[in-house]
């Protein structure tokens, strides 16, 4: 299994590099491989990519983690040289991913007391390095 998920990883990985810029082609090899990390800990993938009508913000993965419904925001980088990829999360991107959680509870009818956000930061390297940061930042900045 481990062998197909590899020459799978190898083939999009050839083919987003000539249809994509590389930080591009690098947040989706990042986005594959928190999706599947992800998976191995138990969540439940319900969506990827989700982006809202108002346009704004785009939820990287929505997933199910027992009875809680996880916002994963995805940060990748080549190398771990300007700090972790967690750290590019700052208060804008919060502001737009807050607004797209907002409208996906709304079209799922789930009440918010159920969710939270996560952030997957990834170093892509031999072998890549994931960090899985769970409740990273509160739904609402209602304090």
């Known amino acids: 299994m481990r062998a197909l998920y590899l020459f799978a990883d190898a083939a999009r990985d050839l083919y987003r590099r000539h249809r994509a810029t590389p930080e591009q082609a690098h947040g989706r090899r990042g986005e594959d491989l928190a999706h599947r990390y992800l998976r191995r800990h138990g969540l439940r993938i319900v969506a990827r990519n989700f982006r809202p009508r108002s346009g704004s913000g785009e939820l990287d993965i929505v997933a199910w983690h027992k ?3 996880v916002f994963v925001e995805v940060k990748t980088r080549a ?16 502001k737009d991913l807050r607004r797209a959680a ?15 956000f996560d952030v997957v930061s990834i170093v ?4 890549p390095q994931i960090e899985w940061i769970q409740d990273a930042f509160p739904l609402s900045r209602k304090l």
């Open 67 to 69: 009875e809680t419904l």
């Open 79 to 94: 190398s771990a040289d300007f700090g972790s990829p967690g750290r590019a999360v700052d208060s804008t991107k919060e």
């Open 102 to 116: 907002g409208e996906y509870l709304r079209r799922s009818g789930t009440p918010a007391d159920q969710a939270r």
């Open 124 to 127: 892509l390297g031999r072998p």
